[in-house]
Structures are given as C-alpha cells and as structure tokens.
C-alpha cells in the first residue's frame, strides 16, 4: 500500500517538475514565451525566482521519494532470486566428484 502511494506521488513529482522545468525562461524562451504576460501574478522579480524555488523544491521531494521508494522496495525484498533456483534443485541426486586417470592410463603410449 504504501509503495503503491509513494509510486503514484513519483509519477506525479514527475509532471509537475518537467512542467516546471519547461517553464522557466532558457536562452530559446521554452513554453515561458505562452503563458503571458505573467510579472504580476509571482511578484516584481517575474517568474524566474519564483518558478526557480518551485523547481528546487519539486527536486527535492523527488529525490526524498526515490530514496523512500528504494528503501521500501529493499525492505520487502527479502530473498533474492538465487534462492528461488537453490530450492527447486534436487538434493536426492548424489554427486560424486571425478576421480583421477590412474598412471596406467597416462603411459600406453
């Protein structure tokens, strides 16, 4: 349940921070140039500071998340699949280990 959550909050960290991203102001303008005239909804410095905070901090919660998710998900993991392959092998076969050519064998030359 709860990675499930952490999984759906991931994916919508995601959006938001790529939306974020492409809505900051770059040397080619990005998607900045279609939201209009936007200077007085974030303040007199424009959207720059403000869409930079929100980047900083979507960021953030995105790498918290991960680190959340890999810890959960290293939680529950707690057979690896070697051990799955170790227990379908049959112990009632018997194996023997080789045994050497003798130096009979070696000297019919």
Do not use: C, H
Request: net charge positive; aromatic share 8%; glycine share 6%.
């Amino acid at each position: 349940m709860t990675t499930s959550f952490l999984l759906i909050v991931q994916i919508v960290l995601v959006i938001v921070l790529v939306i974020a991203v492409l809505l900051q102001k770059s040397s080619s303008i990005g998607l900045g140039a279609y939201s209009g005239s936007n200077e007085s909804v974030f303040g007199a410095k424009g959207p720059n500071s403000f869409l930079a905070r929100v980047t900083f901090t979507i960021g953030f919660l995105f790498v918290v998340n991960t680190i959340a998710l890999g810890y959960m998900y290293s939680k529950e993991a707690k057979r690896s699949v070697i051990d799955d392959v170790a227990a379908k092998v049959d112990k009632s076969v018997e194996v023997t280990a080789p045994t050497l050519p003798t130096k009979e064998a070696n000297n019919s030359k």
